[in-house]
């Protein structure tokens, strides 16, 4: 049987059982006291390995203050270590702390479900206190609803951390989340994708809905309810592109959209990026290499020159000779300023010759040492000459039955000039150092900056040899000459150095055309397409802009090229700006919009200045040209005062 004071403990444990809440550990720790008849109960909270906080405390029948205690050197240390203990009396000697307050002490560890110490519950008393075993297990079912509290404040403090945890990264995530009905009502949406679509926090009410962002366009509102109902369908929608409206302003966007029902397919957990710049970026490079296409083919449907880009009447006349000699196997000469595309003109005329798939070997001769030109040529013996360690091919031998490229050929040594005639006339050669004739079958196609007629007068180039070579000359106009073509190579240059530089070119400023279009371009093709590179690097934004100061590193330059080639005279063309038949005070009639504005450009300036080209306040420093070279643009145009009425 129990005796009265087990049944009194019983009584107060059944009776003293409190919910979980506010008031759980007072109520818990009142019943304690009065359970074992003891003056003091309380509740401690392991918040730190080496610190314990006193969660509640029962003292003389009225809760009293909740101090924090370092476990180290006391009655806390036992239960930190998960162990019961039961001071019946003297208490006060082993610890002098509790000499004035309790002789008997009783305690057990409070833990988790896995065994990890939470904190510990406690009775004492000024008198000894002998507990039977039912009072013992009474106190440690005291202790278990203790544990159990404290798990339960645990989880509740975890799953409010995990809550604000979640939040914060919902709503800070740089992606777009939103969770929608099948209907497209908006439930939640976070930071991100209100700022995607243009709608403010306050705008989120119910009744909002997605499709109301969804331009008034079928295919658009298609994919839209199509997206939707793949969702309720029970079926994830996995980077479905849909095009939008912003709320804000009705700016145009597109977005990539992956969404996943809940488990009763009533609402939508959808994630999504603005991908605008990616659609129209590729949806301008569709359209510029449609037009590119085109372009391309109107020059292929003639000439089958696809990486020679104009199409000004000029080049087509050299491509028209390509056109003509690259069947044959004649000697061609090609005649043009630095810069102007000579290479490519030789490669155009190997790709469109019977030996297209043989080799095209090139050799600038003006970039070797005189004494390394005919070893480079025709090869050389090992030993033939100091630091000739082993044989070496030549240049005629890798272009066996293909083309051989001689760029700069007027800077070519008048020894090497002898033994190049041969092969000319002879087809035939020997490598340096050896007597063994090698028989070659190469085409020639040669190149020079310079006139050679002049470097022949100047005994600078063999005579017979500049015969040989000129069967068929070319010469490439400067860009100055075909400056029609130069939106085409803006745009070229533009497409081919934007991905390497990491630059997204939208548009081209139109003055920025006009301003390069109105440069005289003393480097011609090579100048432009380094400064399209440099203007590129340059730029922070979607549209292209080249601005005067870079133009103007190259002012020192501007005027005549001194080693520009001299064209032979051509016949006047009736109609052509500048042409020497085009009648005195008759303007020309541009070719292209662009050559338009120019000329009003000029005429305009000339006009405002009382036609005074030089000065300080002339035209030329206005339009930021030499007097010399708006002197040669103003012939071009066929302007002068005479012919201005408004003069």
């Known amino acids: 049987m129990t005796s009265p004071s087990e049944r009194h403990a019983l009584d107060a444990l059944v009776e003293g059982t409190p919910r979980p809440g506010k008031e759980f550990f007072p109520t818990l720790l009142r019943s304690l006291c009065e359970a074992l008849r003891v003056k003091e109960a309380g509740a401690c909270e392991l918040v730190a390995p080496q610190r314990m906080r006193t969660i509640g405390r029962w003292v003389d029948g009225k809760l009293a ?34 000499a004035n307050r309790a002789d008997s002490y009783i305690g057990a560890p409070l833990t988790s479900v896995d065994g990890a110490v939470l904190g510990h519950l ?40 995990n809550e604000e945890f979640f939040r914060d990264l919902f709503q800070e995530a740089p992606i777009a989340y939103v969770s929608e009905r099948l209907d497209s009502q908006f439930i939640h949406a976070n930071r991100a994708a209100l700022k995607i679509l243009g709608v403010r926090p306050d705008e989120i009410v119910p009744g909002f809905m997605g499709l109301s962002l969804v ?119 090609i005649y043009g300023e630095t810069g102007t595309g000579k290479e490519l003109i030789a490669r155009a005329i190997h790709s469109a010759s019977r030996r297209a798939d043989k080799p095209f070997i090139k050799l600038n001769c003006a970039a070797l040492p005189a004494g390394l030109v005919e070893s480079e040529l025709f090869g050389h013996e090992r030993g033939a000459f100091s630091g000739a360690v082993q044989r070496r091919t030549g240049r005629f031998e890798l272009a066996q039955h293909g083309t051989i490229f001689l760029d700069e050929i007027s800077e070519m040594p008048l020894e090497v000039q002898a033994k190049l005639l041969r092969v000319l006339q002879e087809r035939e050669f020997e490598r340096v150092g050896s007597s063994q004739t090698i028989k070659v079958d190469v085409r020639i196609v040669a190149a020079s900056n310079r006139d050679l007629a002049k470097a022949v007068r100047a005994g600078e180039f063999r005579e017979d040899l500049y015969y040989r ?48 279009v109105a440069y005289p371009w003393p480097g011609n093709i090579r100048e432009l397409e380094n400064l399209i590179e440099r203007a590129l690097i340059l730029t922070d934004s979607g549209v292209l802009h080249v601005e005067p100061d870079i133009l103007g590193t ?22 052509v700006p500048g042409s020497p038949a085009q009648p005195e005070g008759v303007a020309a009639e541009p070719d292209s919009t662009l050559l338009a504005v120019q000329r009003e450009h000029i005429l305009q300036v000339l006009r405002a200045t009382g036609w005074v080209i030089e000065g300080e306040r002339g035209a030329a420093v206005r339009l930021g040209l030499k007097p010399a070279t708006l002197r040669f643009r103003m012939k071009k145009f066929g302007i002068n005062r005479g012919s201005d009425r408004r003069a």
């Open 65 to 98: 203050e909740n101090p924090e205690l370092d476990p180290a050197n006391t009655l806390c240390a036992g239960q930190l270590a998960r162990e019961f203990r039961h001071y019946p009396t003297g208490l006060g000697k082993d610890f002098p702390e509790f």
């Open 122 to 161: 406690y009775a004492c008393d000024p008198a000894p206190m002998e507990l039977t075993e039912t009072q013992r297990l009474i106190f440690q079912a005291f202790a278990a609803q203790a544990a159990g509290e404290l798990r339960h404040r645990r989880a509740e403090q975890q799953v409010g951390e």
């Open 215 to 333: 331009p008034d366009i079928p295919e658009a509102k298609a994919r839209a309810r199509e997206a939707l109902s793949v969702v309720g369908r029970g079926t994830d929608a996995s980077g479905l592109v849909l095009e939008l409206r912003r709320k804000e302003d009705g700016r145009q966007i597109f977005i990539q959209w992956w969404s996943r029902p809940d488990p009763k397919s009533e609402y939508t957990r959808t994630m999504f990026i603005d991908i605008t710049d990616r659609v129209l970026l590729e949806r301008e490079q569709a359209r510029l290499q449609a037009q590119n296409l085109y372009l391309q083919e109107e020059i292929k449907s003639v000439h089958n020159f696809e990486e020679i880009i104009g199409a000004s009447a000029k080049l087509l006349k050299v491509l028209e000779g390509v056109q003509r000699v690259a069947p044959t196997d004649a000697t061609v000469m």
């Open 469 to 516: 070579l000129n069967v068929f000359p070319l010469t490439l106009p400067p860009l100055r000459e075909r400056s029609e073509d130069i939106p085409l190579l803006i745009r070229f240059f533009v497409q081919r150095y934007a991905p390497r530089v990491g630059r997204h070119i939208e548009s081209i400023d139109s003055k920025t055309v006009q301003r390069l």
């Open 554 to 575: 190259a002012s020192v330059l501007r005027g005549r090229n001194d080693n520009a080639v001299e064209p032979p005279p051509v016949a006047a063309e009736p109609g």
